[in-house]
C-alpha cells in the first residue's frame, strides 16, 4: 500500500528533534569518553605483549584450573589475550562512534527499485537494435544451433562425473553393498582383541561385540572400514525356553546363542544397547528397537526391517563359526533391496 | 519508543553555528586524485554519506557476515595442518591416550592440531564456535526480516538469496563437522550414507557416487573437505556479494516513526559512523568468538577416539542446527514399500530430504504466497510491526513451534534420561507434538497479536498511564492519563492493515478469497481521524492535563 492510499489518522509530525548527547553539551564528559576510548586502545598492545609472551614461554602440556576446571593453558590464555584485545578495539570504535563523532541523523531520499520508464524503454530498443543487428530474427538457426550446442556441451560436462564411484548394477551390488566377508567356517572372534569365541564362553543374559575372524586381515588395505561396517555383529546368549525361534532357524544357533548384524536396519548406526530382560536391542541413534528373542523383529523407532540374523554353528574344536553370509544385505535400505525376503512377525 | 528529552533553550549545543564556507583544499585531494585518474574511484565509491537506519534488529545479518569472515580466516589456519586423507595410521603424537591407535590421517592431523600446533586448538574451537554462530546469526537475521515483513516487494530476490545463504550454510557446517573423522563425525556420515541410500530410484547410484563406492570408502573425507573449503565457500561469497549489493541498492529498510516514509530513509551515514559501528562490531563479534574459544571447550575429537564403524555412543547428537532432521528422522513411523524386488524407505526419505526440502521450498515460496493471498503489489521500505500482521506473525510462530517440536525430538533419549520419562511416550508425543503446537502456536500468537494491536488503540485514544493515582471526592481510585505525544501516536497509527482482497472488476479464484479473508480476519480497526479528535476533544474538557480513568470497573467508557 503506497503513503497516498494509507489513512493517517494522526498528522505525520516530521522528523523528531535532535537532542544533544552529554557528550555534546558537557566538553568534561566529552574529555572522559576520549580518556576512556584511549585507554582501551592502549591496553591493546600489552595484550599482544602478552599473548606473544604466552605463545613463546608457556609449554603446550600446562594446565590452569578455574573455576574447579581444568583449562589446557596456552590455549586459554592464548585466547584471552587475543580475544580481549580483539573485544577492546572493537568497544573502543563503538564508544568512538557513539560519544565523539557527530550523532546528527540525515535524511536520504528512497527512489523505486525499478528504473525510470525512458531507461527501460531504452534498454528494450537497444536490445530490439541488438537482435536486429545479430541477424538472428533472419537467420533463425542460428539462435536455435546455439542454444542446442551449448546444451549439447552439458552432456560431457555430466558424463564425465560417470567416474565418480563404481556403477551399482546388480553384479556390483552383489559384490558390494549386498555381500559381507562372512563365509562358511569363518569363526566369530571377539571385537577389539580377535579372540575365538567358543559356545562354554558365554551365559545366558550376556552379548558379545564380535567381528569376523578374516577381518583382521584386512586391516592394512582399504577395504577394512567397508568391511567391518557391514560385518560387525554382536552375540547373544539366551534361555531357549523363553524365546521364539522358527522353524526355519532352528539350526541357525547354538544352544540360544543366537548372532544377529550389529547395522541398524534404519540408517546403519552399530547397535548394542542391550535389555538383557526383554531381550530387547536397542540403538542408540535413533531408538528404533529389535527384538532379539523373536528374530530380531522391530518393536519400536523408525527402522522398518528385521535385523538380519548370521546362521553359526560350531566348529570341531568348539568354536563358533558362521554357516554362510548373511543371507539378506545388511545395514540400510537401498532401492534395489528385495526386502521381501527379510524376516517378518509370523515367518517361520 | 523512544521520546525526546526536554530541551534546554540556553544549552550552547542549540546555538545556530554555520559550517566554514571556504573549505581549504583536503589534505586527500592528492592520493584520491592519483587513484580516481586510473580507476574513477569517485565514481565507483558512489555515496559514502549513504544513510542506514540504526535499530539492534538489524544487527543480527552483520554477526552472520562477520562471522562468516571468521570463518575463512581461522579455515585458513586449519588448512594449513589438516590433511583430508583416510589413510590409515598409527597415532604418534603427543596424546598420549590415543598413541599407537589406527586412525585416519584426517583423525591424526585433527589431534595434532589440537595438542601439537600452538594455537591451533584455539583456533579450531573458534572455528566451531563461528560456525554454530553463523547458523544461528542467520536463523535469527532470517527471522526478523519474516516477522518485519522486509521480504515484501521489491526485496523478495534478496530474501531467496538469503534462503540459498542459509541451505548452503547447513551443509557446509555439515561437511566441515565430517572433516575429522572422528567416531561422532562418522556416525554422522554413516546417517548421511543411509539418508542418500534412501533416495527413491536413484539412492544407490547417487550413493556410490558420493562415497566413491560403499560407505565409508577412502574418498569421502577428501570429497567433503574441497566441498567444505572450495565449492561452498566460494558459492556463499558469491551469493553473499550479491545479498549485499542488492541491500545497498534497496537501501535498508526502516521502522515507521515520526517523519519516516516510504520514499525517505533517515539514520547514519555510513562514513564516519557505520565504518566506526559496524566495524567495530566486527572486532567485538571476533573477540567474543576468541574468548568463547579460549575458556569453553567444543568438539574434543580426541575423547571420542577416531571412527570405527562398529562402535557408537548413546546420547550421539549432530551439531544444533542439524537437529531438526535429526529429531524427525528420530519420530517418523516406519513406513517402508516393499514392492516387488524394491524397497522405497519413507521412514528415511520423508524426514530427511523431504524435510529439508520442504522447509527450503516454503520459506522460498513465502513472500510471493503472501503477495498472492494480499494481492499487494507495492514497494514497501516500512516495517511491519509483528502485532499489525497477525496472521503473517502467526504462522511465522508455529514454523518456529514445529521447528523447536521437531528439534527437541532430536534429542528424546535425553529428554527421558534427564526427566526419568518413557522414552516411547516421548517419542508417541512428538510425533504428534510436531502437528499439533504449531496450531496452538498459530492461535496464541494471532490472539497476541490482537490484544497488542486493542492496547495500542486504547494507548491512542486514551493516552498512557501516567502512573498517578487520584482519589475523588467519593472515595473512589482513578489513575490520571496523559495524552500521548504526536510522535508516538503517529507510529501507532501508520501502519496499514491487510483487506480481504474485493473481486472488483478482476477476477479473484475463491481459495484465494478465502485465504485473503482469513489473512485480514479479525484485525482491530485503526481509529479513525475523528475518533482521534474526538478523544482530544474529551480529554482537553474533562481531565484538563490528562484523562481520567476510574480503575473498577475497568471498561474504557466509564470515565468520561
Known amino acids: 500500500m503506497s503513503d497516498k492510499e494509507l489513512d493517517l489518522p494522526v498528522p505525520d509530525p516530521g522528523l523528531e528533534e535532535h537532542p544533544p548527547r552529554f557528550t555534546d553539551v558537557d566538553p568534561a564528559a566529552a574529555d572522559r569518553s576520549y580518556r576512556q576510548i584511549v585507554a582501551m586502545l592502549a591496553a591493546v598492545p600489552v595484550l599482544v605483549i602478552a599473548f606473544l609472551v604466552v605463545y613463546f614461554a608457556v609449554p603446550r602440556d600446562a594446565e590452569l584450573i578455574l573455576f574447579g576446571s581444568t583449562f589446557k593453558m596456552q590455549t586459554t590464555l592464548l585466547g584471552l589475550t587475543a580475544g580481549f584485545a580483539t573485544l577492546l578495539i572493537g568497544i573502543a570504535a563503538i564508544a568512538w562512534a557513539r560519544s565523539l563523532m557527530s550523532d546528527e541523523e540525515i535524511v536520504g531520499e528512497r527512489h523505486g527499485a525499478a528504473s525510470p520508464p525512458e531507461a527501460r524503454e531504452r534498454v528494450l530498443a537497444d536490445l530490439e537494435i541488438g537482435i536486429d543487428a545479430s541477424a538472428i530474427r533472419r537467420r533463425k538457426l542460428l539462435g536455435t544451433g546455439m542454444a542446442g550446442a551449448l546444451g549439447m556441451m552439458l552432456l560431457p560436462a555430466v558424463v564425465s562425473l560417470a567416474d565418480l564411484g563404481p556403477w551399482p548394477t546388480a553384479e556390483e551390488r552383489a559384490k558390494t553393498i549386498e555381500k559381507t566377508i562372512w563365509a562358511e567356517g569363518v569363526r566369530l572372534v571377539t571385537d577389539v582383541t580377535n579372540v575365538p569365541l567358543k559356545a562354554t564362553d558365554l551365559v545366558v543374559g550376556q552379548l558379545v561385540n564380535a567381528q569376523p575372524e578374516n577381518l583382521e586381515h584386512l586391516e592394512d588395505s582399504a577395504e577394512y572400514q567397508i568391511a567391518k561396517a557391514k560385518a560387525s555383529i554382536i552375540v547373544v546368549r539366551m534361555d531357549p525356553n523363553s524365546i521364539k525361534i522358527p522353524e526355519s532357524r532352528r539350526d541357525w544357533q547354538v544352544d540360544g546363542i543366537l548372532c544377529y548384524s550389529k547395522i541398524c536396519t534404519h540408517v546403519g548406526c552399530p547397535i548394542s544397547l542391550w535389555e538383557q530382560q526383554t531381550h530387547h536391542l536397542l540403538c542408540p541413534c535413533h531408538q528404533s528397537t529389535f527384538d532379539l528373542g523373536n528374530s530380531g523383529v522391530v518393536v519400536f523407532g523408525p527402522a522398518a526391517r528385521s535385523l538380519p540374523q548370521l546362521p553359526i554353528t560350531t566348529d570341531a574344536q568348539g568354536y563358533l563359526v558362521a554357516r554362510g553370509d548373511f543371507t539378506v544385505p545388511v545395514g540400510p535400505s537401498f532401492f534395489e533391496r528385495d526386502s521381501l525376503k527379510d524376516f517378518q512377525e509370523g515367518d517361520r | ?560
Request: net charge neutral; charged share 15%.
Open chain 2, 1 to 560: 519508543m523512544a521520546k525526546p528529552a526536554e530541551l534546554n533553550p540556553d544549552s550552547p549545543a542549540l546555538e545556530v553555528k554555520t559550517p566554514p564556507t571556504s573549505r581549504e583544499t583536503s589534505k586527500l585531494a592528492g592520493p584520491v586524485t592519483w587513484v580516481d585518474d586510473r580507476i574513477g574511484l569517485a565514481k565507483l565509491a558512489g555515496n559514502i554519506r549513504k544513510v542506514f537506519p540504526d535499530h539492534w534488529s538489524f544487527l543480527l545479518g552483520e554477526i552472520a557476515l562477520y562471522s562468516f569472515i571468521i570463518l575463512l580466516l581461522t579455515g585458513v589456519f586449519l588448512t594449513i595442518w589438516f590433511k583430508p586423507s583416510m589413510a590409515e595410521i598409527e597415532y604418534a603424537g603427543s596424546y598420549a591416550l590415543l598413541r599407537d591407535v589406527r586412525m585416519s590421517e584426517a583423525f591424526a592431523s585433527t589431534l595434532n592440531i589440537s595438542f601439537d600446533i600452538r594455537g591451533g586448538l584455539l583456533v579450531r574451537q573458534i572455528h566451531h564456535w563461528a560456525a554454530m554462530l553463523f547458523v544461528a546469526a542467520m536463523t535469527a537475521h532470517m527471522l526478523r526480516v519474516f516477522f518485519t515483513g522486509a521480504f515484501r516487494k521489491p526485496r523478495e530476490l534478496n530474501w531467496i538469496i538469503g534462503v540459498g545463504l542459509f541451505s548452503m550454510g547447513l551443509v557446509e557446517g555439515f561437511a566441515g563437522y565430517s572433516l575429522p573423522d572422528d567416531l561422532l563425525s562418522g556416525t554422522g556420515l554413516r546417517f548421511v550414507d543411509g539418508l542418500i541410500r534412501s533416495i527413491p530410484l536413484i539412492g544407490t547410484w547417487a550413493e556410490f557416487f558420493v562415497f566413491g563406492g560403499e560407505f565409508p570408502g577412502t574418498l569421502i573425507i577428501p570429497r567433503l573437505y574441497m566441498v567444505h573449503i572450495l565449492l561452498i565457500p566460494g558459492l556463499l561469497l558469491g551469493l553473499i556479494s550479491a545479498h549485499m549489493a542488492l541491500l545497498v541498492y534497496h537501501k535498508h529498510t526502516h521502522w515507521p516513526g515520526p517523519g519516516r516514509t516510504n520514499r525517505n530513509i533517515q539514520g547514519y551515514p555510513f562514513f564516519p559512523i557505520y565504518v566506526a559501528k559496524a566495524g567495530g562490531f566486527f572486532f567485538i563479534v571476533f573477540g567474543v568468538t576468541v574468548l568463547m574459544g579460549a575458556v569453553f571447550q567444543i568438539n574434543p575429537v580426541w575423547l571420542y577416539g577416531p571412527y570405527n564403524p562398529s562402535q557408537v555412543t548413546a546420547g550421539s547428537q549432530p551439531d544444533w542446527y542439524m537437529g531438526f532432521v535429526e529429531g524427525a528422522i528420530r519420530i517418523m513411523p516406519n513406513w517402508e514399500w516393499h514392492l516387488g524386488h524394491t524397497t522405497w524407505s519413507w521412514n528415511v526419505f520423508l524426514p530427511g530430504v523431504g524435510l529439508m526440502g520442504l522447509l527450503f521450498t516454503g520459506l522460498a515460496l513465502y513472500p510471493f504466497i503472501e503477495a498472492w493471498i494480499t494481492g499487494d503489489t507495492s514497494e514497501h521500505h516500512l516495517l511491519d510491526r509483528p502485532r499489525n500482521a497477525p496472521v503473517r506473525t502467526g504462522i511465522g510462530v508455529a514454523g518456529m513451534a514445529c521447528y523447536a517440536m521437531f528439534w527437541l525430538a532430536g534429542g528424546n533419549d535425553i529428554l527421558a534420561t534427564q526427566f526419568h520419562v518413557s522414552l516411547n511416550a516421548v517419542t508417541y508425543f512428538m510425533r504428534v507434538a510436531v502437528f499439533v503446537v504449531p496450531v496452538l502456536a498459530f492461535i496464541v500468537t494471532k490472539r497476541i497479536c490482537l490484544s497488542l494491536q486493542r492496547a495500542d488503540k486504547e494507548r491512542v485514544l486514551h493516552g498512557s498511564e501516567s502512573n498517578i493515582i487520584v482519589r475523588n471526592p467519593e472515595g473512589g481510585f482513578s489513575e490520571a492519563h496523559v495524552p500521548l505525544s504526536q510522535e508516538e501516536a503517529y507510529t501507532l497509527t501508520r501502519h496499514p492493515q491487510p483487506k480481504a482482497l474485493v473481486p472488483n472488476g478482476v477476477k479473484v479464484g475463491r481459495v484465494r478469497q478465502t485465504l485473503s479473508r482469513w489473512y485480514a480476519d479479525g484485525q482491530v480497526p485503526k481509529p479513525t481521524a475523528a475518533e482521534v479528535a474526538e478523544a482530544e476533544h474529551h480529554g482537553a474538557i474533562e481531565g484538563g492535563e490528562g484523562d481520567e480513568r476510574v480503575l473498577e470497573g475497568s471498561d474504557s467508557g466509564d470515565a468520561h
